[in-house]
């Protein structure tokens, strides 16, 4: 069965920082990009990040670059979202999502989120 | 970047109805748009890709069409499940961006 699960996800202080992981299992990971995208409380969904199959290739929202690192391990079939110098507009459930190509595509398969706070 | 659009953000329909929802692009997006179903506290769920191509599984009243940068999503006839929030998605350039949403309400 083709699966993502998200962790990683919790409560943080303004201007601290987070690991986000997706474990992948299922499918050839290495074949497929990887996106991360994110849904505030009551609002719609925003692309945050995408990952080449090969992690050459990353692509970032201007609302996280700079701040967010997006990367993958494809001997371990786990995706990352480091998330530095949080603010409370990233407050959201962060969605895993493989993209139906190497680079882009439609999101095919997605996880069931893991919710980010960020409040003191 | 590309800017989506949708309409209307909120629909109210009954079961049996034909519902439309219309998508458009900033720019041409040629057929790279995907629709997405989302229900409360869930992920979203890929209903159709490349503007037209219904997703394994999928009900055959979802349909969708367009290209270029305008496109529509169509219910047939409106089940009790398809009470849900709706967006579309283009994946033109490496930068994705969804719509807006629209919800679809019980009348």
């Known amino acids: 069965e083709v699966q993502l699960v998200e962790s990683g996800g919790g409560l943080v202080q303004p201007g601290g920082s987070l690991r986000l992981s997706c474990a992948a299992s299922?499918?050839?990971?290495?074949?497929?990009?990887m996106t991360w995208v994110r849904q505030a409380p009551g609002k719609g969904l925003e692309w945050v990040s995408t990952i080449g199959g090969r992690g050459v290739f990353t692509y970032y929202a201007d609302s996280v670059r700079g701040r967010f690192a997006i990367s993958r391990d494809n001997s371990k079939n786990t995706l990352y979202l480091q998330m530095n110098s949080l603010r409370a507009e990233d407050t959201a459930v962060y969605y895993c999502a493989r993209a139906d190509g190497d680079l882009t595509g439609h999101l095919d398969v997605w996880g069931k989120g893991t919710t980010v706070t960020v409040s003191s | 970047d590309i800017q989506m659009t949708q309409s209307p953000s909120t629909l109210s329909a009954s079961v049996g109805d034909r519902v439309t929802i219309t998508c458009r692009a900033s720019?041409?997006?040629?057929?790279?748009l995907a629709w997405y179903q989302q229900k409360p506290g869930k992920a979203p769920k890929l209903l159709i890709y490349?503007?037209?191509t219904l997703e394994s599984g999928v009900p055959s009243r979802f349909s969708g069409s367009g290209s270029g940068t305008e496109f529509t999503l169509t219910i047939s006839s409106l089940q009790p499940a398809d009470f849900a929030t709706y967006y579309c998605?283009?994946?033109?350039?490496?930068?994705?961006?969804f719509g807006g949403g629209t919800k679809v309400e019980i009348k």
């Open positions: 490349k503007a037209s």
């Open positions: 998605q283009q994946h033109d350039s490496y930068s994705l961006t």
């Open positions: 720019q041409s997006i040629s057929s790279w």
């Open positions: 299922g499918f050839t990971f290495s074949s497929y990009a």
